[in-house]
């Protein structure tokens, strides 16, 4: 059991329970994934799914496998696109580079894949008695 009293005892002026207190809330971005609807839905959204149809079906585009892959991600009802994968935002640079979306539609779907997230979920009172250990 944690013993606050001793807690603030050891803590004058109660730095490190403001510290705590920050740090139980702080919260942090990030990419989460991004289904084959949602990914449908910025498609339509930003006019990038026309682009990516049809470069996907021209061999010689320079973009072909970059719209290929993008086109598979929009079809299939079950895939998933994971922006955290850094081969995944690689082909989005990519696609950006090669003209087939928009700095925008780059950033729309970022932003669509991005939530706040709790820094430290797993903090607990004890990691006081911890930090006040070590002061």
């Known amino acids: 059991m944690t013993d606050f009293a001793a807690i603030k005892a050891g803590d004058p002026g109660g730095i490190l329970q403001i510290a705590f207190d920050a ?3 702080e919260t942090v971005s990030a990419l989460n994934l991004l289904s084959s609807s949602q990914l449908n839905k910025w498609a339509a959204a930003n006019g990038a799914r026309k682009t990516i149809m049809l470069a996907s079906e021209d061999y ?24 955290s994968d850094h081969e995944v935002m690689g082909m989005l640079i990519g696609m950006e580079q090669a003209g087939l979306i928009s700095t925008i539609a780059k950033d729309d779907l970022i932003s669509r894949a991005t939530e706040p997230k709790l820094k430290y979920p797993n903090i607990k009172a004890s990691d006081i008695e911890y930090a006040r250990g070590l002061v």
Do not use: F, G
């Open 60 to 83: 010689n585009h320079v973009a072909y496998e970059l719209a290929s892959a993008a086109r598979s991600s929009l079809e299939n009802t079950n895939a998933s696109l994971d922006l």
């Open 23 to 25: 740090m139980k809330i």
